[in-house]
């Protein structure tokens, strides 16, 4: 038998912070288009000319290392050849008949922002640019960027190149949600191997020397875009996605609207200590407790499961039950209910007493 308790608000919550209208605060930055959005759930914080189409610079490679990420293919050897290098700007070093795996690739593609290790892996991929760009163009429409046309794998500006804030804002949260991506992506240097040689790179991402809470993501420019960046940040177990396009001050601008953005979040703890009856001791009841920190957009709801009673003898730490936090009905942790003290069995403590008075 088990007693079930659900409580929508409960006087234990403790909210910290207050509710703050979620897209319009005071701001200062220089981007033509921003946004920050929370990638788990996709409510937008912050936002400024977030539907603007315009030239996105190397973001891009964003889509194209989560293409070449989910083809499953990482520890696959890539050959490079002429074609391959048919490219300008930004480069890894690459030369024809180089070999590189995959992973390696994308390593370079993210850290350096090599337009050839892009290219590359479009032409591993799908066999030629326009081939990948359909691949591109699908799995963007699959995420919802309804804003975006992507004609290269490396973001140089050809043809009609373009997305917004908004659905690079919605390719960022999807990347984060891939533990292979965000590995790459929080690098601050990575040895890759070329042709069998050691090889140093470097993240050209700044904000990941400047707080270690930013994992992510992909800086860009070309003088077409200007100064683009997409990053991500961890918050209390939220991670959030800041874009800018066009913006001379990125650094700055990111480390700012991340930080008011985090304002917005309301602090609650879930705790209680709860009187077990327990069969077989001395004593009547143990006592049992729960206690978390959450930080979140949303009001939360909890279910508390946990048998009536239990059993001599009980260890501490012993869970006997469960607390199901919900956010907006979506479960964001199954708590352990714990027993906070040892209690033996009563024949166990006659016996134990017994043998303290005959020593």
Not at 325 to 347: C, G, H, Q, T
Request: aromatic fraction near 10%; include cysteine; hydrophobic fraction near 40%.
């Amino acid at each position: 038998m088990w007693v079930i308790i659900l409580l929508k608000k409960f006087a234990f919550f403790l909210a910290l912070l207050f509710a703050f209208p979620i897209t319009v605060f005071a701001a200062d930055n220089s981007a033509q288009s921003a946004i920050v959005m929370d990638a788990d759930t996709g409510i937008i914080l912050y936002e400024r000319n977030a539907y603007e189409q315009r030239s996105i610079a190397s973001t891009t490679k964003i889509l194209t290392a989560l293409l070449a990420i989910e083809s499953n293919r990482l520890d696959e050897t890539v050959r490079i050849n002429d074609e391959m290098l048919q490219t300008e700007g930004s480069s890894l070093g690459l030369r024809a008949n180089d070999t590189i795996t995959l992973y390696d690739l994308i390593v370079g593609m993210m850290l350096t922002s090599g337009n050839d290790s892009a290219n590359a892996a479009a032409y591993f991929l799908s066999g030629g640019l326009e081939e990948f760009a359909q691949l591109m163009n699908k799995r963007a429409a699959e995420l919802g960027m309804k804003s975006s046309h992507f004609v290269t794998p490396s973001g140089l500006d050809e043809g009609d190149h373009h997305s917004t804030a908004y659905d690079m804002a919605l390719l960022g949260a999807a990347a984060v949600q891939n533990e292979t991506f965000c590995k790459i992506s929080a690098m601050k240097s990575a040895d890759i191997i070329i042709s069998d040689k050691k090889v140093t790179v470097y993240n050209h991402n700044k904000l990941l020397a400047r707080d270690e809470a930013f994992f992510g993501i992909k800086t860009g420019f070309t003088s077409k875009a200007g100064r683009c960046l997409v990053s991500s940040k961890n918050y209390n177990g939220n991670k959030l996605i800041c874009v800018t396009l066009n913006a001379p001050d990125d650094w700055n601008d990111h480390v700012n609207l991340m930080s008011e953005c985090e304002k917005k979040y309301n602090e609650y703890e879930v705790a209680d200590k709860l009187e077990i009856n327990v069969v077989g001791a001395q004593v009547d009841t143990i006592s049992a407790s729960y206690q978390q920190k959450y930080y979140i957009l949303s009001d939360l709801r909890i279910e508390i499961y946990h048998s009536p009673f239990v059993y001599a003898p009980v260890k501490k730490g012993e869970r006997i039950g469960y607390v199901y936090v919900y956010s907006k009905d979506k479960l964001i942790e199954r708590l352990p209910i714990e027993v906070d003290e040892e209690v033996k069995y009563y024949a166990e403590q006659e016996r134990s007493t017994t043998s303290e008075i005959y020593g």
